[in-house]
């Protein structure tokens, strides 16, 4: 089943993405939450550190895996998503950092990490609650569109979109790496909730493709449509092309 808050702006959605993130750790203080990075969840973020500056939110007990890092930049590294994560979240909040886990960018062997990761992933019993930013061309995670569905957590090239949409980080785009670690549909499918969050005029069309259009590797969040508990959070600029099919239907 998939849920649709629609959410006026980016700062009303990042408060409804916080409370569903909240409330899972309610349910279950001790649960696992897998984190995305991005410029979509930092406000979602930050509401959350502020709830737990409050008292009214511990992460003591929760463990965190990520979606994916760059290959090839160190933890320190201030582009890479461990070093995203730490400044964004971790270093905020009561959580205990040996609980994080984020795929070693370092990693001498590449594809040894990915299946270690899986396997950390799947000891972990899944994410109770994974949270999804979403790219202009579709992507979850860094899983780019292609011709199949990869399940297991893999070494991806990025795309020159997802290069373009990522330069404004780096100094320039040659400085944006060229290959990522991501986790495969597995991980991201073997949650028991998937919160996507999605933000922007420039969303808009990837929001319809993955949830109106046909499930395809071509568009890889349409595989979302196969999960039975998603929720997606948008603002009304990311939302606005299923709006309107929405609109064109009543009439
Ligand atoms: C980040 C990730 C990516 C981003 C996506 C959207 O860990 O996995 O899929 O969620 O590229 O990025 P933003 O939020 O910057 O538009």
Redesign the pocket.
């Known amino acids: 089943m998939i849920r649709i808050y629609l959410e006026e702006d980016h700062a009303a959605m990042s408060r409804r993405a916080a409370h569903i993130i909240a409330a899972e750790i309610h349910r279950d203080p001790s649960c696992v939450l897998g984190l ?6 930092i406000e979602t973020y930050k509401n959350l550190i502020e709830w737990n500056k409050a008292g009214d939110l511990s992460f003591a007990d929760v463990t965190t895996v ?3 890092e760059y290959k090839g930049l160190a933890p320190d590294h201030d582009q890479s ?1 461990r070093y995203f994560m730490n400044t964004n979240l971790f270093d905020h909040i009561d959580i205990d950092k040996d609980n994080t886990f984020v795929p070693n960018g370092l990693a001498e062997d590449a594809d040894m990490e990915c299946a270690e990761y899986d396997e950390l992933v799947e000891s972990l019993g899944f994410a109770d609650l994974q949270l ?4 202009h061309n579709g ?4 899983n780019e569109p292609d011709t199949c569905f990869t399940k297991e957590t893999h070494v991806v090239d990025l795309t020159q979109s ?1 290069i373009d ?1 990522n330069a404004s980080f780096f100094e320039s785009a040659v400085d944006v790496p060229r290959q990522a670690l ?1 986790m495969g549909m597995g991980c991201i499918m073997g949650a028991r909730r998937v919160l996507l969050i999605a933000s922007g005029e420039g969303k808009a069309d990837a929001i319809y493709k993955a949830f109106c259009g046909p499930i395809t590797p071509e568009c890889p969040a349409s595989i979302l449509q196969l999960h039975n508990d998603v929720v997606v959070v948008g603002d009304r600029a990311a939302l606005s092309k299923l709006l309107a099919e929405e609109l064109t239907e009543e009439v």
């Open positions: 995305a990075t991005g410029s979509t969840p990520n979606l994916d998503y999804l930013g979403l790219g992507h979850i995670g860094f997802t949409a991501t």
